[in-house]
């Protein structure tokens, strides 16, 4: 079992920048992936970056060159550098980890308005 408690949401205005951190707890060190995933009311819960324990990274498309994601390896956990953020980046913001199966975090909200 693990279990991922999420931080650093908030306001921000177009063009600003936000840190989200993720810590887990439990099983840690069975942890092979971890992640962001957001979702808007009404559409399907989104990729937005994820990292291997090896250090590969993936990221949704709109948000490359402007987030970037890392892990302590060692403590699980995530971070999300979210920079030149835009309205559209509007979202909860959810943490994933995989081990045999997907935990989820609870969600941090994201709103990006001026």
């Known amino acids: 079992q693990v279990q991922l408690v999420e931080s650093g949401g908030g306001l921000v205005q177009p063009g600003g920048s936000l840190r989200l951190s993720c810590a887990a707890s439990?099983?840690?060190?069975?942890?092979?992936?971890m992640g962001w995933y957001r979702q808007v009311p009404g559409r399907e819960r989104e990729l937005v970056a994820r990292?291997?324990?090896?250090?590969?990274?993936n990221y949704l498309d709109s948000v490359k060159g402007r987030f970037t994601i890392s892990m302590d390896n060692a403590k699980k956990t995530v971070n999300l550098q979210m920079n030149s953020l835009k309205p559209e980046d509007t979202a909860v913001y959810y943490c994933?980890?995989?081990?045999?199966?997907?935990?989820w975090g609870k969600g941090t909200l994201v709103t990006v308005s001026s």
């Open positions: 990292i291997t324990n090896g250090g590969n990274t």
């Open positions: 439990g099983s840690i060190f069975s942890i092979l992936v």
């Open positions: 994933n980890a995989y081990l045999s199966k997907d935990y």
